[in-house]
């Protein structure tokens, strides 16, 4: 199994920025960081950026954060990065990164096909 290391959260104002990066280690051969996730308090977990197969750079957004956020990986596909932009207070959560097997394809918003998982930062955006 591949172990993650989410950084980059933080308190920020509304309006401002953040760039949360996901990095992996162990058996970085097995899966994939592809996702990101989120999870409000109270609320349930909510995907909010994934590659939609390790092959290919076509994306997948909620419509809660398109336009502002952005997924991207670095060359080797293995470090995740997530471009948050204009945040809102309604973006307050605890961010997740995962990684899944890289034969997967497809919009995954259960989070079922993805075996890792980092400890989650938090992104806390004032009002």
């Known amino acids: 199994q591949v172990q993650l290391v989410e950084s980059g959260g933080g308190l920020v104002q509304a309006g401002g920025s953040l760039k949360l990066s996901c990095t992996p280690s162990?058996?970085?051969?097995?899966?994939?960081?592809m996702g990101w996730f989120r999870q409000a308090p109270g609320k349930e977990r909510q995907l909010v950026a994934q590659?939609?197969?390790?092959?290919?750079?076509?994306?997948y957004y909620a419509d809660s954060v398109r336009g502002r956020f952005t997924i991207s990986r670095d060359a080797a596909k293995t470090t995740l990065y997530l471009q948050m932009n204009s945040l809102k207070p309604e973006d307050t959560a605890v961010y997740y990164c995962?990684?899944?097997?890289?034969?997967?394809?497809?919009?995954?918003?259960?989070?079922?096909?993805?075996?890792?998982w980092g400890q989650g930062t938090q992104v806390t955006v004032s009002s």
């Open positions: 162990g058996r970085t051969f097995m899966s994939y960081p």
């Open positions: 590659f939609r197969a390790w092959i290919e750079d076509s994306v």
């Open positions: 995962a990684a899944r097997p890289r034969h997967f394809r497809g919009t995954d918003d259960s989070g079922e096909t993805y075996d890792s």
